[in-house]
């Protein structure tokens, strides 16, 4: 079993920051891309930002200058640092990994989500 638990959700102001992270653990011999998506009420769940096992990131447009995100391939472990926090990057966020089992197996993995509220 894998599973993929994030926390670091919270309220803040606008103009804050918050730090996110993702814990992955179970059966894994290795995780492959990691990313963090948000979904905001009413709307579809979209992409923060991925991360490669080596460390190559890519962001949302929107999100590229005030999000960074990371990872600690030890502690199987991601993160994402958010600055200038709007209201409009209320949302549910996710984590999700692309997880190569000890069996060999492959397959991606979600979060059950933090919540994160973004005061005006």
């Known amino acids: 079993q894998v599973q993929l638990v994030e926390s670091g959700g919270g309220l803040v102001q606008a103009g804050g920051s918050l730090t996110l992270s993702c814990v992955a653990s179970?059966?894994?011999?290795?995780?492959?891309?990691m990313g963090w998506y948000r979904q905001a009420p009413g709307k579809q769940r979209e992409l923060v930002a991925i991360?490669?096992?080596?460390?190559?990131?890519n962001y949302a447009r929107s999100m590229k200058d005030r999000f960074t995100i990371s990872r600690d391939n030890d502690k199987n472990t991601l993160y994402l640092q958010m600055n200038s926090l709007k209201p409009e990057d209320t949302a549910v966020y996710y984590c999700?990994?692309?997880?190569?089992?000890?069996?060999?197996?492959?397959?991606?993995?979600w979060g059950q989500g933090t919540q994160v509220t973004i005061s005006s």
């Open positions: 991360i490669t096992s080596s460390g190559y990131a």
């Open positions: 179970g059966s894994i011999r290795y995780i492959r891309n």
């Open positions: 999700n990994g692309d997880v190569v089992k000890m069996d060999g197996s492959q397959r991606g993995y």
